[in-house]
């Protein structure tokens, strides 16, 4: 008898081992279902599952690993917090989410797209932050990381539309022309015409 109750443990203890902490699991499901919501344009939603994973201080049992994720799940917690405020069309938050932005550098590339899709939705003037960041984005388009790079494409499909938006329309082009070169060159798709006979056509219709 005692010998199956040992075995039973053993098999408890088996089961129950995970590559991360627990506590990354749990918030990583609140995580998940909030930026599902926001997606659909369920702000309201979104922001009720983020309670979910903003203060996991309470969670018992946590090694120094535990505590990393805690605290990473705070931080994502506050910058989706800015990124809901922004979709709400709230522009007076924008001067604390960008020194939230500077206190988490990890955090630019996803930041300031939701800047600009922000702004085209809402005409927001956002050339400042622009101009203070142009240099560092465009450090992406090197990276071998996808997800920057996939912030990187996004930024630049958002950047177009600003420019368009506000009359600038070479600028525009120059931008959709650099994302869609890019994309190119890393196979990420295939346009249904060149970049070179786009870009003349593009030269001929100024």
């Not at 010998?3 to 995970?18: D, G, H, N, V």
């Not at 919501?37 to 009720?48: D, F, N, S, V």
């Amino acid at each position: 008898m005692n010998q199956q109750i040992t075995k039973e443990k053993r098999r408890a203890t088996t089961w129950l081992r995970a590559e991360r902490h627990l506590v990354f699991y749990y918030g990583y499901g609140f995580l998940s279902v909030s930026t599902a919501l926001q997606k659909k344009g369920l702000i309201k939603e979104a922001r009720a599952e983020l309670e979910g994973y903003a203060d996991l201080s309470w969670f018992k049992g946590l090694d120094s690993e535990g505590e990393a994720d805690l605290e990473q799940f705070r931080v994502w917690a506050k910058a989706n917090s800015y990124t809901l405020d922004l979709l709400l069309g709230k522009r007076d938050i924008l001067p604390a989410y960008i020194t939230f932005l500077e206190n988490h550098p990890e955090e630019i590339s996803s930041g300031l797209v939701t800047i600009l899709e922000t702004a085209n939705k809402y005409d927001f003037d956002v050339d400042s932050i622009i101009d203070k960041y142009s240099e560092q984005i465009k450090g992406l388009q090197e990276s071998d990381d996808v997800k920057q790079l996939t912030y990187y494409y996004c930024y630049m499909y958002q950047l177009a539309i600003y420019h368009y938006r506000h009359g600038r329309i070479l600028k525009g082009q120059k931008d959709t022309l650099n994302y869609l070169s890019l994309s190119q060159q890393r196979n990420w798709f295939k346009p249904p015409i060149s970049i070179e006979v786009l870009q003349e056509h593009m030269q001929q219709s100024d």
